[in-house]
C-alpha cells in the first residue's frame, strides 16, 4: 500500500516540477528578452538542473545552479576587460580609431568608439574612456572648422606661430592640465622646437651652411621626443656626412652598413651608383659639347649636333634635367 502511494506521489511531483520549470523558463525569457545571453544561460540552467531536480529529502535545486553559472560567467567576463588608463600613447590610440572611419559622421564614430570600449575596459573607468574620446573627437572636427591645423613646412614664420597658439586655445578648452599633458605636451614640444629653428633658418645674418649646422644641432641636443620626430632628418644628415667623407662606394657602403645596417647600406649604394652615372653622362656631354664648340663650325650645325648626342643618350626626362643643369 505505502509502496503504491509512493508510486502514486511521484508522477504528481514530476508533472508539478515540469509545470514549475516550464513557468521559470518562461518568466525568464520575457524578464531577459533583452539580454540574449542571460536568457541562452537560464534556459541550459534549468535543462542542467532538471536531470537532477530533486535530492534524496525531495529539494529543488534549480535556483542554486543558476546563481552559481550566472556568477561564475560574470567572473569570467570581468577578468577579460582592463581599467582604462590615459597616457602618452592615448593619442595615437584614438588617431589609429578615427583615421579607420573617416567617412564617418563623428557621433557614429563616438558611437563605434563606445561599443568597443564596452567590450574593453571595466565598468568603473569605461565613462572615463568615453567621455575623453568623444572630447578628443570634438577637438578634431573643431580643428578642421577653424583651420588651424599647422604646416611647419609654411615660409610664414608668423603665420605659423599665430596658428600654434590658436591650436593651444583650442586645446586648453577641451581638456583639462592632465589630459593636455598626456595628449598633447610631447607635441608641443616638439612644435615649439620646430619653430624655433624654422626662425633660425631664416636668420639673415648667417650664411647657408651655419643654419643648416646650427639646426642640426639643436636636432641633436633636443629631446627625445624631438629626436623621435626628426630621426629620419637626423640619419639622412650622417649618411650625408659619410657621402662626403669617402669618395670609394665600397667605403661608403662599408660605413653606412657599420652604422644602420645592410639593408640600408644597399639602397644608398644603389642610389650612389645611379648618382655617379648621371654625372659621368653629364660630363661626357659637357665634353662633347665643348670640343664641338672648338670646331669652326656653324651655330645652327653645333645645335643640331647637340640635339642628336642628346638624343642617342638621354630619355626625354634627362634631356629636361641636362638643360636645368647646363643652363639651355
Given at each position: 500500500?505505502?509502496?503504491?502511494?509512493?508510486?502514486?506521489?511521484?508522477?504528481?511531483?514530476?508533472?508539478?516540477?515540469?509545470?514549475?520549470?516550464?513557468?521559470?523558463?518562461?518568466?525568464?525569457?520575457?524578464?531577459?528578452?533583452?539580454?540574449?545571453?542571460?536568457?541562452?544561460?537560464?534556459?541550459?540552467?534549468?535543462?542542467?538542473?532538471?536531470?537532477?531536480?530533486?535530492?534524496?529529502?525531495?529539494?529543488?535545486?534549480?535556483s542554486s545552479v543558476i546563481s552559481?553559472?550566472?556568477?561564475?560567467?560574470?567572473?569570467?567576463?570581468?577578468?577579460?576587460?582592463?581599467?582604462?588608463?590615459?597616457?602618452?600613447?592615448?593619442?595615437?590610440?584614438?588617431?589609429?580609431?578615427?583615421?579607420?572611419?573617416?567617412?564617418?559622421?563623428?557621433?557614429?564614430?563616438?558611437?563605434?568608439y563606445s561599443i568597443q570600449a564596452?567590450?574593453?575596459?571595466?565598468?568603473?573607468?569605461?565613462?572615463?574612456?568615453?567621455?575623453?574620446?568623444?572630447?578628443?573627437?570634438?577637438?578634431?572636427?573643431?580643428?578642421?572648422?577653424?583651420?588651424?591645423?599647422?604646416?611647419?613646412?609654411?615660409?610664414?614664420?608668423?603665420?605659423?606661430?599665430?596658428?600654434?597658439?590658436?591650436?593651444?586655445?583650442?586645446?586648453?578648452?577641451?581638456?583639462?592640465?592632465?589630459?593636455?599633458?598626456?595628449?598633447?605636451?610631447?607635441?608641443?614640444?616638439?612644435?615649439?622646437?620646430?619653430?624655433?629653428?624654422?626662425?633660425?633658418?631664416?636668420?639673415s645674418t648667417l650664411s647657408r651652411?651655419?643654419?643648416?649646422?646650427?639646426?642640426?644641432?639643436?636636432?641633436?641636443?633636443?629631446?627625445?621626443?624631438?629626436?623621435?620626430?626628426?630621426?629620419?632628418?637626423?640619419?639622412?644628415?650622417?649618411?650625408?656626412?659619410?657621402?662626403?667623407?669617402?669618395?670609394?662606394?665600397?667605403?661608403?657602403?662599408?660605413?653606412?652598413?657599420?652604422?644602420?645596417?645592410?639593408?640600408?647600406?644597399?639602397?644608398?649604394?644603389?642610389?650612389?651608383?645611379?648618382?655617379?652615372?648621371?654625372?659621368?653622362?653629364?660630363?661626357?656631354?659637357?665634353?662633347?659639347?665643348?670640343?664641338?664648340?672648338?670646331?669652326?663650325?656653324?651655330?645652327?650645325?653645333?645645335?643640331?649636333?647637340?640635339?642628336?648626342?642628346?638624343?642617342?643618350?638621354?630619355?626625354?626626362?634627362?634631356?629636361?634635367?641636362?638643360?636645368?643643369?647646363?643652363?639651355?
Amino acid at each position: 500500500m505505502t509502496t503504491r502511494k509512493i508510486r502514486g506521489v511521484y508522477p504528481v511531483l514530476g508533472g508539478l516540477l515540469a509545470l514549475l520549470v516550464l513557468g521559470v523558463i518562461f518568466y525568464a525569457k520575457s524578464a531577459f528578452k533583452t539580454d540574449n545571453f542571460n536568457q541562452r544561460l537560464l534556459i541550459s540552467a534549468f535543462k542542467n538542473a532538471s536531470e537532477n531536480t530533486l535530492d534524496e529529502n525531495g529539494v529543488i535545486h534549480g535556483s542554486s545552479v543558476i546563481s552559481a553559472r550566472l556568477k561564475n560567467k560574470a567572473v569570467s567576463e570581468s577578468k577579460r576587460l582592463t581599467p582604462f588608463k590615459l597616457d602618452y600613447s592615448t593619442k595615437d590610440s584614438f588617431d589609429r580609431f578615427i583615421f579607420l572611419r573617416t567617412s564617418e559622421e563623428p557621433n557614429e564614430v563616438k558611437l563605434a568608439y563606445s561599443i568597443q570600449a564596452t567590450g574593453k575596459f571595466t565598468q568603473d573607468t569605461l565613462a572615463v574612456a568615453t567621455d575623453l574620446f568623444g572630447r578628443y573627437v570634438d577637438y578634431k572636427v573643431s580643428l578642421s572648422s577653424t583651420e588651424i591645423e599647422v604646416d611647419l613646412a609654411s615660409h610664414s614664420l608668423r603665420d605659423v606661430s599665430f596658428k600654434l597658439d590658436e591650436r593651444e586655445k583650442t586645446r586648453r578648452a577641451y581638456f583639462n592640465d592632465n589630459e593636455y599633458h598626456y595628449l598633447f605636451s610631447q607635441e608641443a614640444q616638439v612644435d615649439e622646437a620646430a619653430l624655433a629653428r624654422l626662425q633660425l633658418a631664416q636668420e639673415s645674418t648667417l650664411s647657408r651652411d651655419e643654419r643648416k649646422a646650427l639646426i642640426i644641432e639643436s636636432l641633436e641636443t633636443g629631446s627625445q621626443a624631438e629626436r623621435n620626430a626628426f630621426q629620419p632628418t637626423l640619419n639622412m644628415h650622417r649618411i650625408n656626412q659619410i657621402k662626403r667623407s669617402h669618395d670609394s662606394i665600397n667605403d661608403r657602403y662599408n660605413a653606412v652598413a657599420a652604422e644602420f645596417g645592410s639593408e640600408v647600406a644597399d639602397r644608398f649604394a644603389r642610389t650612389w651608383e645611379n648618382q655617379a652615372h648621371w654625372k659621368n653622362k653629364i660630363a661626357d656631354y659637357e665634353k662633347y659639347r665643348d670640343n664641338l664648340s672648338k670646331q669652326a663650325i656653324a651655330a645652327s650645325e653645333l645645335e643640331s649636333a647637340l640635339r642628336e648626342y642628346q638624343s642617342a643618350h638621354f630619355t626625354d626626362n634627362e634631356i629636361k634635367r641636362l638643360k636645368v643643369i647646363i643652363g639651355s
